[in-house]
């Protein structure tokens, strides 16, 4: 079922089972990437123990979460905020977070923040942020030009751009079927809010959160595929820091994980999930 909830002026589209979540189950939300949506990880809902409650969060700027037009409502600590609000709305104490890219800068950022309310962290091609002010300073700039090359292109041309980055080439290897579906559901996304979270949360707008790392005391899984050099890197050297963790690289596999290698991300995160007491 779909719920909405009002945070802040902001209406929030959630995903989940019901309302509330059982006394007897583990719950467990689901972050997206930029330019995806709640709706990406339905796939695996009814592939997981029956254990786990999953819950999905379109963030601001996506899916069927409206955002008015201000950038206050994109930064790290909106984000992490609204990942705080929908736990609170449920009745949630303690969770799973599972975060793909710019989901799972999200996860890092509330679990540094919020250790107290986190069971465990899967985090997909994630990093936790840019520490050298030169390369954060480019970044963001770099972002600035995307976010404006968004509404003047419009987002179907964007749409485009942005899956025809070297990160994605793997993905073309779906079936046509599967690769349009990803296409029409990046396209529905608000160009808007795209922009405003390119500009509010990229990569550069992310304050570092490496030195803060080894804090992190909770299981965590970090996955990366084989094909993307630069998360597979981050990933190594973060599971170097965070003292709880093991990395998983999936072979001949690119930037998302989730959606080019469904069966075996599946195989991996309930694997992990089932040593989660």
């Known amino acids: 079922m779909q719920l909405e909830f009002s945070i802040d002026g902001i209406t929030v589209n959630v995903i989940c089972e019901d309302n509330s979540v059982p006394l007897d189950k583990i719950p467990i939300v689901f972050l997206h990437g930029f330019t995806g949506c709640a709706n990406d990880w ?12 999953p819950i999905a969060i379109d963030l601001p700027g996506h899916g069927k979460s409206i955002v008015p037009n201000n950038l206050e409502f994109f930064s790290a600590k909106s984000y992490t905020n609204i990942v705080s609000i929908v736990l609170n709305k449920l009745n949630i104490k303690k969770t799973i977070l599972v975060g793909y890219s710019m989901g799972g800068r999200t996860a890092l950022s509330f679990a540094v923040e919020n250790s107290e309310k986190v069971l465990a962290l899967i985090l997909e091609s994630s990093t936790a942020g840019i520490e ?17 090359k968004i509404i003047s292109d419009g987002i179907d041309a964007f749409t485009e751009y942005w899956m025809n980055l070297a990160f994605f080439t793997s993905l073309k290897s779906l079936n046509d079927k599967d690769y349009s579906k990803i296409i029409e559901s990046k396209k529905r996304n608000s160009p808007e809010g795209l922009s405003n979270s390119l500009k509010g949360f990229s990569t550069g707008k992310m304050p570092s959160l490496w030195n803060k790392l080894n804090s992190i005391r909770v299981p965590t899984l970090l ?38 290698k469904p069966e075996e991300f599946t195989i991996l995160v309930n694997e992990f999930l089932n040593k989660i007491k």
């Open 223 to 260: 996955i990366a595929g084989s094909l993307d050099s630069k998360y597979r890197r981050l990933n190594k050297e973060m599971n170097f820091v965070i003292p709880n963790s093991e990395i998983k690289i999936i072979e001949n596999c690119g930037h998302n994980i989730h959606l080019e």
């Open 132 to 148: 050298n002010q030169n390369e954060k300073t480019s970044r963001i700039k770099t972002d600035y030009q995307l976010a404006d």
């Open 42 to 53: 339905l796939f695996l809902f009814d592939k997981l123990n029956p254990k786990f409650f």
